[in-house]
């Protein structure tokens, strides 16, 4: 087609899109087209603007590596993730879920560990962690045999792929439901973090005055045939940061009660303070799929700097 005004250009993608022979490619990139040209029409986007709009889309890739993932970032920091979660859960989208955002810290063969274990392999910054979960179907029936990986950070807010003074592994683990559909396990009261500010998502957050915090929690991803795999972030209640979280994850349902216990023996037999966190999850039936991890190895050198951004009033 030859090219006459700015409406032709999106007619034309269009036609040679109907020579696609997968359904849903066509109507996914369909709908993209007629967005993005709208978009591209609404903003009355300038030239300079497009090539620095794609210079950032570079600089998503290549800030990606084995230990960082900045794509996966910038999509939960503009909402994308949490959107597409609540869409494709909950009876899509109609009722309260306690699925919740992958984030870029998930990675495969974290250790097996018995009920009750500690996934604290290493000295960690932290209170210690009692936590109970349970697992139920949604007509509240135990599921038994369902892998549960855990991850976290430790009291100081970092990710043991972030962090050399943590061994490898540290902070993560793999627990089997009983036929209660309970896991139990000892651990660190997780802190609160920044997301990094290094590339775009840096800058996207710099231009609309936020601030860079997650509130603290604790990743599950259930995982068990013929049910949907689930991840979900459990969010600690006294956190500061609940209404403001940079990735807009926090949802009523994954708001844990993380009791604080003084004066009294911990399950350890410890003394001191330490907390206690019980918490219940609902998965669906679905088609059982582990994702691609967003990453795969461990960083080296220096932990990074924990820069905080101040959020503007």
Request: overall charge negative; charged content about 20%; cysteine-free.
């Given at each position: 087609m030859i090219i006459r005004t700015h409406e032709d250009v999106t007619t034309a993608v269009l036609a040679e899109l109907e020579r696609a022979?997968?359904?849903?490619?066509?109507?996914?990139?369909?709908?993209?087209?007629?967005?993005l040209h709208g978009f591209v029409r609404d903003a009355r986007l300038t030239e300079p603007e497009f090539h620095q709009a794609c210079a950032w889309i570079a600089q998503l890739g290549q800030l990606t590596t084995a230990s960082h993932n900045e794509v996966v970032l910038i999509s939960g920091s503009l909402g994308i993730s949490s959107l597409v979660c609540l869409l494709n859960?909950?009876?899509k989208g109609q009722t309260e879920t306690t699925a919740n955002l992958m984030g870029p810290f998930w990675r495969e063969n974290s250790p097996r560990?018995?009920?009750?274990?500690?996934?604290?392999?290493?000295?960690?910054?932290?209170?210690?962690?009692?936590?109970?979960?349970w697992v139920r179907d949604q007509q509240g029936r135990?599921?038994?045999?369902?892998?549960?990986?855990?991850?976290?950070?430790?009291?100081?807010?970092?990710?043991?792929?972030?962090?050399?003074?943590?061994?490898?592994?540290?902070?993560?683990?793999?627990?089997?439901?009983?036929?209660?559909g309970h896991i139990a396990f000892q651990s660190v009261k997780p802190g609160a973090y920044p997301i990094p500010l290094s590339g775009p998502v840096g800058a996207l957050l710099r231009a609309q005055g936020r601030h860079n915090m997650r509130p603290a929690h604790i990743h599950f991803m259930i995982h068990k045939s013929g049910y949907k795999t689930q991840f979900?972030?459990?969010?600690s209640s006294d956190d500061p940061h609940l209404e403001t979280d940079v990735q807009f994850g926090v949802t009523q349902s994954?708001?844990?009660?993380?009791?604080?216990?003084?004066?009294?023996?911990?399950?350890?037999?410890?003394?001191?303070?330490?907390?206690?966190?019980?918490?219940?999850f609902v998965i669906e039936p679905g088609q059982t799929h582990l994702p691609k991890p967003p990453i795969t190895g461990k960083s080296t050198g220096e932990r990074p700097l924990q820069q905080v951004l101040a959020r503007r009033a």
């Open positions: 022979t997968n359904p849903r490619f066509k109507e996914i990139m369909t709908q993209a087209v007629k967005h859960n909950g009876d560990m018995a009920k009750g274990s500690s996934i604290v392999q290493t000295p960690t910054a932290g209170v210690p962690l009692f936590v109970n979960a135990p599921v038994e045999g369902a892998d549960v990986d855990i991850w976290q950070t430790s009291g100081e807010g970092y990710y043991e792929n972030q962090d050399p003074k943590q061994s490898d592994m540290n902070l993560r683990g793999k627990f089997s439901t009983d036929n209660q979900s972030q459990v969010y994954l708001i844990g009660q993380y009791v604080l216990h003084s004066g009294e023996p911990s399950p350890a037999g410890d003394t001191g303070p330490w907390f206690s966190l019980d918490h219940h």
